[in-house]
């Protein structure tokens, strides 16, 4: 799936508020607050009025290092009576949790890319800790919340070992897409710009071919025509366009997605457009703030990726000259491939990111019940809409963002971040909407922008559920763990080289020696173990 990740990153995130329980509201709030809070088994808000120091726990979130002190965080730790010190992540998270296992050091909490094979080497060295009983005990709001997902998110010993943050989502939601800049869009082709229609891919090359004809060079630079955040940027819109899912089926058989036909067609089409001059000559080299710093120059008149992750150039270029200097996304149709068949929407309900209690933490009980406030409808609240009264009022029901703080948001959304706390802190995060209809993300769903609109337009009908096919590799620390990364390295270097080819001879045959190699490296020794984990995860959610 795409990493999806990053949606607590990012401004527009897909993904993902909650509303008060109706005894959190009106005049009794701090009583209710903490009726609410002991009757689901979550610290005493009544311990945390008290002159007692507020237990801390160690956090290591590999998506944040700041300091648990801004007003959200201290209005959890008064809610709760537990503090949170935060891990910062130095350099790369995956080797710092590399590191800590090693070492075996490890902080109260850990939170893991829920795909990563890192996660699953925690499990099976007893790292975590099972959740089981904790959540039959002290998560009574975290078994109505997570629901079925427990039940998806369990070992392969049955057990649950961690929660899912970024879970759920809403039915047609965007995620990838071509992103287009809109006021070259409306030169390029008018009749297209107002979305609905989707592009062929002849008539993207064409645009692109007439960006660079009209456009030599932008600001002082060189056009760019297409650009993209490496090869999975590039490759994860890519397969949208050509209908492309995690792996290749054949007869109810999953094989590595490399084997299927159309990302060999896929492969030589964004070669043509290479060969053209209409790909970043750079592209495989852009890592994120290079590429987002190429964005914002305004000379790129189109890029892969999710719509939200241009959300700070957007700004940028907002503010340098109005919404039409700003990226919208489109859908581009793969030959013989019909609109609702394509696969830019991949969004899995089992969520992003996996948090799990470790086996260092002495307060194992107390944790639960902090993560199960969180996970509450009223922690869910507090993350991501903010205090009522300060962030949002209560309204015939229902929760009304102030027009200020919506307005301070699109305005400047990492600093409002900090100086109001809301949405900072992304744990145990739900998609979706609440029974009562309101979003669940205030910031990102409850007054969209035209960018989202456009997003929801042309590319609502491109979701697809990962679920089933989520990790069904190898296990970590096993032999055929080290085989897959190593037919993973293969593909992403000889993809690259398929795309960079100087003539389509030579990327067909880069292509033909990247196969060779994979089978060459045990590739079907791993596919049967996706096969055999397939068949059980298939029996295992009958």
């Known amino acids: 799936m795409f990493s999806m990740k990053k949606l607590g990153l990012v401004i527009a995130c897909t993904m993902l508020s909650t509303s008060l329980l109706a005894a959190c509201s009106g005049g009794n709030k701090e009583k209710s607050a903490a009726n609410t809070t002991q009757a689901s088994g979550s610290p005493s808000a009544e311990t945390a009025d008290t002159k007692a120091e507020p237990l801390t726990i160690t956090f290591f979130d590999k998506n944040k290092g700041d300091k648990f002190d801004d007003a959200i965080a201290k209005e959890i730790t008064k809610r709760t009576g537990v503090n949170v010190e935060i891990q910062q992540p130095t350099g790369d998270s995956t080797e710092k949790l590399n590191l800590m296992l090693a070492a075996e050091e490890f902080p ?5 890319d829920r795909s990563s094979d890192i996660l699953n080497k925690y ?3 007893g790292a975590l800790i099972p959740l089981d009983d904790l959540i039959n005990q002290y998560g009574p709001d975290v078994k109505q919340m997570y629901g079925d997902i427990l039940n998806k998110t369990r070992y392969t010993d049955g057990k649950n070992y961690f929660l899912s943050n970024w879970y759920g989502f809403a039915e047609n939601e965007p995620v990838l897409g071509f ?3 809109m006021d070259l869009l409306k030169e390029l082709a008018p009749d297209k710009a107002e979305g609905g229609v989707p592009f062929t891919a002849d008539e993207f090359e064409q645009l692109l071919k007439d960006f660079k004809a009209k456009h030599p060079d932008v600001n002082g630079k060189p056009s760019i025509g297409l650009t993209a955040q490496g090869i999975d940027g590039m490759t994860a819109t ?3 366009m050509y209908g492309i899912k995690t792996y290749y089926e054949v007869d109810g058989k999953l094989q590595y997605v490399a084997q299927d036909p159309k990302y060999r067609e896929m492969l030589l089409y964004i070669n043509s457009l290479y060969r053209q001059g209409l790909l970043d000559p750079e592209w495989a080299l852009d890592k994120r703030e290079l590429w987002l710093q190429k964005v914002t120059n305004g000379n790129v008149f189109a890029t892969t990726g999710a719509y939200w992750d241009l959300g700070d150039p957007n700004i ?8 039409d200097k700003e990226y919208y996304a489109y859908k581009v149709l793969a030959p013989g491939v019909n609109a609702d068949q394509t696969t830019y929407g991949p969004t899995s309900s089992l969520g992003w990111d996996a948090i799990g209690i470790s086996k260092a933490n002495k307060h194992p009980e107390e944790t639960m019940k902090f993560i199960n406030y969180l996970a509450s409808d009223e922690g869910q609240t507090l993350l991501m809409w903010g205090l009522e009264g300060v962030q949002w009022d209560m309204k015939d029901g229902k929760k009304v963002p102030k027009p200020e703080v919506l307005a301070a948001f699109k305005a400047d959304y990492p600093n409002t971040v900090k100086e109001t706390g809301v949405r900072k802190w992304t744990w145990f995060i739900k998609g979706g909407v609440a029974d009562n209809g309101d979003t669940r993300d205030m910031v990102a769903r409850y007054d969209r922008s035209e960018v989202d609109k456009m997003a929801v337009k042309n590319l609502g009908d491109s979701g697809w559920n990962t679920d089933v096919y989520d990790n069904l590799g190898p296990l970590g620390g096993s032999p055929e ?4 990364q190593k037919i993973k390295d293969i593909m992403k270097q ?3 080289k398929v795309i960079n080819a100087k003539t389509e001879a030579e990327a067909v045959k880069t292509y033909d020696k990247m196969l060779a190699d994979m089978k060459a490296a045990g590739s079907e020794k791993v596919e049967k173990i996706i096969n055999d984990n397939y068949q059980a995860r298939l029996a295992l959610w009958k």
């Open 108 to 112: 109260d909490i850990i939170m893991f």
């Open 123 to 125: 499990i099976a060295s």
């Open 179 to 181: 992103n287009m800049k």
């Open 238 to 240: 890519f397969k949208g």
């Open 316 to 323: 940028a270029l907002k503010k340098g000259g109005g919404e």
């Open 481 to 484: 763990i080290l085989i897959d």
């Open 494 to 496: 000889l993809q690259t």
